[in-house]
């Protein structure tokens, strides 16, 4: 048998974050598969990503200029696609990418993130929906959308999920069961988790700026306690954030692997105070690292921490809640009672070596399945 000809499909490609890590890595996995999108911007995306074959639709220089106001013409990118020619489609986004329409003979598996968090009522990367002036628009729009959303997901013949967090939301929205893969994490287990004496100690915290990221609620707090805090990444937020900090907060703006790597090894400990998030790919990295973790006790943080073993939870977006347990963080970080040796070994199931064997061996298990 020949080998089957597989396309990629991904929602957008605009910013870089968990969801375009894992793509990479299915890219590696078929490395002749073009990879169909909606929207491309290459200065927020990864050399790796660059180097691929994207495709985009007629319309994407519609889409680049109003893309957040565009998102009901979504459904009509995807479904236009033409993917007649691939034995195998892969999807991999939170909305629209599974959406593609398949012949009888493909074989079309999608890598679901989430279902769509603006459509069920999770926070969102931004807060313009919220506006008086936009609700009755984007509530009309996302009851079609809503409704859409449910039908295209019965599309897929197999989806794959991130966590069970996920694979419980996929079950309630769309009624379909998923198979959790865990999304890949490069560990190096040759890391020191020995700090530099000369650095000053401080906390650290990593993502894009976003509403739903929370920056804003820890900045209040370590304002407050005049506590050291370095945050990496850019995003939306980024300006207000700004100007809310004390002299005792520092911005990196955009960071290298290796720059990043140097303020995991260097810092007291993360913070990570996303309420619901899908899986939590960055927590599995300060934790390969052997630093604890305070993170708000929800999502799929649940699945990667251990209380007291890996770092604490806190359960309220409670300013005084937070700031009692980051001094008792605090505490037992310069107490030494968390081991870091424990925490890396935690870690370890997560690696990209089990994501790159899981996915393969599957969508090609279910492919000899199809031509049975």
């Known amino acids: ?32 598969a073009p990879v169909y999108t909606s929207v491309y911007n290459p200065k927020n995306l990864s050399e790796k990503l660059n180097k691929k074959h994207i495709i985009t639709p007629k319309m994407e220089s519609l889409f680049n200029l109003l893309p957040k106001h565009l998102t009901f013409l979504m459904p009509i990118v995807f479904e236009n696609f033409d993917l007649s020619e691939f034995d195998i489609i892969i999807s991999s986004g939170t909305a629209y990418a599974k959406s593609v329409l398949t012949k009888p003979n493909q074989l079309h598996i999608a ?54 967090n996920t694979k419980k939301r996929i079950e309630k929205f769309y009624n379909r069961d998923a198979k959790v893969i865990y999304p890949p994490i490069k560990l190096d287990n040759n890391i020191s988790s020995k700090k530099d004496p000369l650095i000053e100690p401080y906390y650290f915290m990593h993502g894009r700026l976003s509403a739903y990221k929370n920056f804003d ?15 990496s990444g850019t995003g939306s937020e980024e300006s207000r954030l700004k100007k809310m900090a004390g002299k005792n907060i520092t911005f990196l703006g955009r960071t290298s692997e290796k720059q990043k ?11 990570f105070p996303v309420v619901e998030e899908d899986f939590g790919m960055v927590v599995v990295e300060a934790m390969s690292h052997g630093k604890p973790v305070l993170a708000h006790k929800s999502g799929g943080v649940k699945e990667i921490m251990r209380e007291n073993t890996d770092g604490l939870f806190f359960e309220n ?22 081991n870091p040796e424990e925490i890396k070994k935690q870690t370890l199931k997560f690696d990209e070596k089990n994501f790159i064997s899981e996915f393969k061996n599957f969508v090609y298990e279910k492919w000899e399945a199809h031509n049975a």
């Open 1 to 32: 048998m020949n080998s089957p000809k597989v396309a990629i499909v991904h929602d957008y490609l605009v910013q870089y974050g968990g969801a375009e890590t894992t793509l990479e890595y299915i890219c590696d996995i078929f490395p002749n």
């Open 317 to 338: 977006l409670s300013l005084d809640e937070f700031i009692g347990k980051v001094k008792i963080f605090d505490e037992k970080i310069r107490r030494n009672e968390f």
């Open 111 to 164: 890598y679901v993130h989430t279902p769509p968090r603006f459509l069920y009522g999770y926070s969102v990367e931004s807060t313009n929906r919220n506006k008086w002036y936009y609700k009755p628009v984007v509530s009309y729009l996302d009851h079609y959308l809503k409704i859409w959303d449910y039908v295209v997901a019965q599309r897929p013949n197999f989806i794959l999920t991130n966590s069970y």
């Open 261 to 271: 790597n140097t303020y995991f090894n260097n810092c007291l400990g993360f913070i």
């Open 217 to 231: 609620f820890v900045i209040s707090a370590f304002n407050l306690l005049d506590i050291p805090l370095v945050i």
